[in-house]
C-alpha cells in the first residue's frame, strides 16, 4: 500500500471518528473484533470501527494482511444487516461488506480482492 493511500485511509477513518463523535448516537457505535475463516486458510483477524445515526451507518475495516483500511457506508435494514462496496479512501473498490448486527455480535462476510471470508465476532467498547 502506498503511503499516500495509507494516509487518505487515515484521514478518511478521522473524519468518520469526528463525525461519530459530532453526530452519531446509535447502539452499534465502537469497536468491533471479528474472525474471517474461509476453506483451506488460516483464520484472519480483523478490526471494524462502527458509527451509526438511525439506520445510517459507517464501516472502516482494518485489514491486518496489508495494513488497509477499507470503508463502507451505507444503510441498516430491519434485521440490522448492511452490505455493500468496500472502498479505500481513494475510491477504488477492495471488495464488499454483508454483515448482521446483534450486539454485542456481528456475523456475516467480508470480500477483499475476491477472497471471501466468513466472519463473526464481537464489539469490545
Known amino acids: ?17 469526528v463525525a461519530s463523535l459530532a453526530l452519531a448516537a446509535g ?10 475463516t474461509g476453506t483451506g486458510m ?5 478490526a471494524l470501527m462502527v458509527t451509526q445515526t438511525g439506520t445510517r451507518i459507517g ?12 470503508y463502507l457506508i451505507g444503510g441498516l435494514d ?7 462496496p468496500l472502498l479505500f479512501g481513494d475510491g477504488l473498490q477492495a471488495g464488499s461488506l454483508s454483515v448482521r448486527f446483534q450486539d454485542p455480535d ?3 462476510t467480508v470480500t477483499l480482492f475476491e477472497v471471501l471470508y466468513n466472519v463473526n465476532g464481537s464489539k469490545v467498547f
Open 42 to 46: 488460516d483464520p484472519v483477524t480483523f
Open 1 to 17: 500500500m502506498t503511503a499516500r493511500r495509507s494516509l487518505a485511509a487515515l484521514v478518511a477513518l478521522a473524519l468518520l471518528g
Open 106 to 108: 456481528v456475523t456475516g
Open 78 to 84: 430491519a434485521d440490522q444487516r448492511v452490505e455493500g
Open 59 to 70: 464501516v472502516a475495516l482494518l485489514d491486518p494482511l496489508d495494513s488497509s483500511w477499507t
Open 27 to 36: 447502539p452499534l457505535d465502537g469497536a468491533y473484533v471479528v474472525t474471517g
